[in-house]
């Protein structure tokens, strides 16, 4: 199976703050990359598909990179409705897999 | 609107068995590939398995291999989980989640509890 490791697992930032996770997978995944975002209580909503393609509706304050193994998701301008659970997710096997999560916290 | 509702969520023995299901609604049920995820409390998210448009190809973690069946009725657009021989560490959190044409989980139900305790 396809191992996805994110970093860090947790962090916290201040509103207006820029905001980078990272997604490694442990083999090549080409750019068969999403990220999700749940926040407390709710289940998890898509964020960016394809690596890089942000899904209808979502700010573009969040956007993604990444090809390969390595993948950044960023927020550029952290809100503070981001707060919640951010999960990365290879979609390259059938046999899906996330990362552990990072959750973000505001000071 | 796109609607997943579980149901069939309870309180089980170890060794014992649950069937969930999925009503969607709001698309064309039959044209997308399905999966469950599901999310032990306070942890992270995990794949549990996936069937194909029209279910002639099921996919599954090494987890649940050989004990959790996916399966699916087109004509009633509703998605189900045959899980026998539960143990304690499949209490969580089960979502019914769509696939989108991208590879990506689009859309996902509000999600059903599985609690596995003598």
């Known amino acids: 199976d396809i191992q996805m490791t994110q970093s860090p697992s947790s962090l916290s930032a201040s509103v207006g703050d820029r905001v980078t996770i990272t997604c490694r997978a442990s083999?090549?995944?080409?750019?068969?990359l999403n990220w999700y975002q749940q926040t407390p209580g709710k289940a998890p909503k898509l964020l960016i598909y394809?690596?890089?393609i942000l899904e209808t509706g979502v700010p573009p304050r969040f956007s993604g990179s990444g090809f390969g193994t390595d993948f950044t998701l960023i927020i550029s301008m952290v809100q503070p409705e981001d707060v919640g659970t951010y999960y990365c997710?290879?979609?390259?096997?059938?046999?899906?897999?996330f990362g552990q999560g990072t959750r973000l916290e505001i000071k | 609107e796109v609607r997943l509702l579980e149901s069939g969520a309870g309180l089980v023995q170890p060794g014992g068995s649950l069937r969930l299901s999925c009503a969607a609604s709001?698309?064309?049920?039959?044209?997308?590939?399905m999966n469950w995820v599901r999310q032990t409390p306070g942890k992270g998210l995990e794949w549990v398995s996936g069937?194909?448009?029209?279910?002639?190809?099921?996919y599954y973690a090494d987890a649940v291999k050989g004990r959790f069946t996916i399966s699916r009725d087109n004509p009633k657009s509703t998605l189900y989980l045959q899980m026998n021989s539960l143990r304690g560490d499949d209490t969580a959190r089960y979502y019914c989640?769509?696939?989108?044409?991208?590879?990506?989980?689009?859309?996902w139900g509000q999600g059903t509890l599985v609690t596995v305790s003598s």
């Open positions: 989640v769509k696939t989108s044409g991208k590879a990506s989980f689009d859309y």
């Open positions: 709001g698309f064309t049920f039959s044209t997308f590939a």
């Open positions: 069937i194909s448009e029209i279910g002639d190809r099921t």
């Open positions: 083999q090549n995944i080409a750019s068969y």
């Open positions: 394809s690596a890089a």
């Open positions: 997710q290879q979609s390259f096997s059938a046999l899906f897999t």
